[in-house]
């Protein structure tokens, strides 16, 4: 006697069929979550292996410049300590301009001012063409803008270069010395750095640091 009921009979292709495609579903979707848990797990190396390095440059650890990267009369910006630090490849021209506007500053010896006993002279720098300095405005923190350019319109005739702080008019010159009429009142600040050779800059790290270390 036949069955009419409509079901297929258990074991047959239908059945077969919709349990292989079940099958293949599930061990599809196994595949993959195992596959998502294990690159998840893979990662964690990977991630935690950047991480010291980026609490060392939240405690301020050195960090390296190659100079020869920077062309006579440019300068880059970079951040250590959370704090900008310009570095200003300087041509012969401009360490020249150096001296000749004492009078218009208000600490031309830099005897009031922050800096390493190495870089207390007129080009205030353990290298004439580079200047390092802490690039926030000693008024109230702003960014000073480069107005390297002499005689520029907006800053007077006898401008000789140097930054400007358009947030309140402080002026500084091109060895980072505070102008005469300038809301700061010292010179801008600069950081412990050396010279590891003649191509790289440490900042952060100099002799008098490494002998307090």
Known sequence: ????SGAAPHGSPETTGAVDESRRSFLTFATA???????AFG???????????????ALGAPIEVDVTKIDPGQMVTLTWRKQAIYVVHRTPEMVAKLAGHDGDL???GSASSEQPDYAKNAARAAKDQFLVVI????HLGCLPKTRFEPNQPELGTDWPGGF??????????MAGRVFNGSPASV???IPPYSFSNDSTLVIGK????????
């Open 1 to 4: 006697m036949s069955d009419h």
């Open 33 to 39: 979550a195992t596959g998502a848990i294990g690159a």
């Open 43 to 57: 990662a964690v190396p990977f991630i935690a292996s950047w991480s010291p390095s980026e609490r060392a440059r």
């Open 106 to 108: 208000k600490d031309p």
């Open 135 to 138: 690039g926030n405005c000693t």
């Open 164 to 173: 400007f702080c358009p947030c309140h008019g402080s002026k500084f010159d």
């Open 187 to 189: 010179n801008l600040r």
């Open 206 to 213: 100099d002799d008098v640091a490494q002998g307090a270390a």
